[in-house]
């Protein structure tokens, strides 16, 4: 079982960046795929990007060339890098942490709490 803590998030006026943490407890983090989702409100929750434990990245086309996911096996750490943040990107943003690449919601088994990214025009 894993479980994951976030951090991070805040209020950034559009074209700002910032970065949000997701910290693993237990030893068995690096074995899986790690997923980024985000929920805005009144819409559905999307998947903005993945990570696999080696390390290849995955994104959601509204975020490509823009967020930056990585990992720290060593740290049981996943982070999510946002830059040239839009008000669009304003949502509830969650870790997650599952067996397999996927974008969908229902297959992550463990999920983070969630944090507020606010983006101001």
């Known amino acids: 079982q894993v479980q994951l803590v976030q951090s991070g998030g805040g209020l950034v006026q559009a074209g700002g960046s910032l970065r949000l943490s997701c910290a693993a407890s237990?030893?068995?983090?690096?074995?899986?795929?790690m997923g980024w989702f985000r929920q805005g409100p009144g819409r559905e929750r999307e998947f903005v990007g993945g990570?696999?434990?080696?390390?290849?990245?995955y994104y959601a086309d509204s975020v490509k060339g823009r967020f930056t996911i990585s990992r720290d096996n060593a740290e049981n750490t996943l982070y999510l890098q946002m830059n040239s943040l839009k008000p669009e990107d304003t949502a509830v943003y969650y870790c997650?942490?599952?067996?397999?690449?996927?974008?969908?919601?229902?297959?992550?088994?463990?999920w983070g709490q969630g944090t507020q990214v606010t983006v101001s025009s």
């Open positions: 997650a942490a599952g067996w397999t690449p996927t974008a969908t919601p229902r297959d992550y088994a463990y």
């Open positions: 237990g030893r068995t983090f690096s074995t899986y795929y």
């Open positions: 990570i696999r434990p080696a390390g290849i990245t």
